[in-house]
Structure formats: C-alpha cells, structure tokens
C-alpha cells in the first residue's frame, strides 16, 4: 500500500510554470506506475501523464504534450509534473495516482489503486 500528497499548485500567469510534486510513503514506491490527473469544475477527472515503474517510459495526454514533464526520483519516493507555457484552460485540480497492473490502460483511471488528495493549480489570462 502507498499513500500520496500533492503539493506545488498555485496561482500563475498564462505563459508561466509551475512544478508539481507527489510525495509517496512506503518502501514500494518503485513497483508502482503514476500518473497524474486533472479535474476542472463541472468536468470529469482526466489523464495528464504517466510514466513506468523505472522512469523510462511516459505517455502524455495531447492538450499537454510539449509543455509538461513527467518524471519520478525513486530513491526519493517522490513523483514530478513540471508544466510550462501553462494555459487558463489547465485550471484544475491535480492529482497523482499509482498503479500496480503492469499492463493495461495508463490513461484509464479506474486503473489506478491509490490517490492523493490533490492540488489546485490556477492560470490567470
């Protein structure tokens, strides 16, 4: 079992950056692909990224790719979202999410076992 926390999110300037972090307990945090979510108010919750148990594989959603960055620093226990050239429409609530199927959907939510309790992240225009 893993249990999650977001912080970093914010107020910041369209065109600016911020970098999320998502710290893990437990020694196990290595077995477990992440990912990190967003929900914006009145929509449903939606894949951001992901990335593989070692690191060397990440999968982004299309609205973010070339802007954000996924990554994880397992000695650490800690996961990364660095999000730059951030648009008013990437207001959302953030959440990290890990998983301990090896195979399957990493953009599917419902594949994810545990969850943090997120972070706001706001992009004024």
């Known amino acids: 079992q893993v249990q999650l926390g977001e912080s970093g999110g914010g107020l910041v300037q369209a065109g600016g950056s911020l970098r999320l972090s998502c710290a893990a307990s437990?020694?196990?945090?290595?077995?477990?692909?992440m990912g990190w979510f967003r929900q914006a108010p009145g929509k449903e919750r939606e894949f951001v990224a992901a990335?593989?148990?070692?690191?060397?594989?990440?999968f982004y959603a299309d609205s973010v790719k070339g802007r954000f960055t996924i990554s994880r620093d397992n000695a650490k226990n800690t996961l990364y979202l660095q999000m730059n050239s951030l648009k008013p429409e990437d207001r959302a609530v953030y959440f990290c999410?890990?998983?301990?199927?090896?195979?399957?959907?990493?953009?599917?939510?419902?594949?994810?076992?545990?969850w943090g309790q997120g972070t706001q992240v706001t992009v004024s225009s």
């Open positions: 999410a890990a998983r301990t199927a090896a195979i399957g959907t990493l953009s599917d939510a419902t594949e994810y076992d545990y």
């Open positions: 437990g020694r196990t945090f290595s077995s477990y692909a």
């Open positions: 990335i593989s148990w070692g690191g060397g594989t990440t």
